[in-house]
């Protein structure tokens, strides 16, 4: 089990770029594959982005592909996504979470953060 904080969400203006941050503690970030969720109010949680374990290896949503960026620092125990051309469909609590298999699903992610807030004008 690992404890999971993300920070770096705010308001932006569309076509703005945002870099969020998750940070965990009590466990070795290195052990799992990271993803990213984000849920939008009057939505399903939705996936975002993942990374597998050693970082070589990252899967994108259509809607987010080519404009986000997945990355990971295992010695620093951190997880980023960037944010770039950001829209305002965008706008969604963001959440980074912790799985033992590489998947899109967030069934297979056991650990989750509080989640961080990110809203993109028009």
């Known amino acids: 089990q690992v404890q999971l904080a993300e920070s770096g969400g705010g308001l932006v203006q569309a076509g703005g770029s945002l870099k969020l941050t998750c940070a965990a503690s009590g466990g070795t970030l290195s052990n799992y594959h990271m993803g990213w969720f984000r849920q939008a109010p009057g939505k399903e949680r939705e996936f975002v982005a993942v990374i597998n374990m050693g970082g070589e290896h990252t899967y994108y949503s259509d809607s987010v592909k080519g404009r986000f960026t997945i990355s990971r620092d295992n010695a620093q125990n951190t997880v980023f996504l960037q944010m770039s051309s950001l829209k305002p469909e965008d706008t969604a609590v963001y959440y980074c979470?912790?799985?033992?298999?590489?998947?899109?699903?967030?069934?297979?992610?056991?650990?989750w953060g509080q989640g961080t807030q990110v809203t993109v004008s028009s």
């Open positions: 979470a912790a799985a033992l298999r590489f998947d899109y699903h967030a069934h297979s992610y056991g650990d």
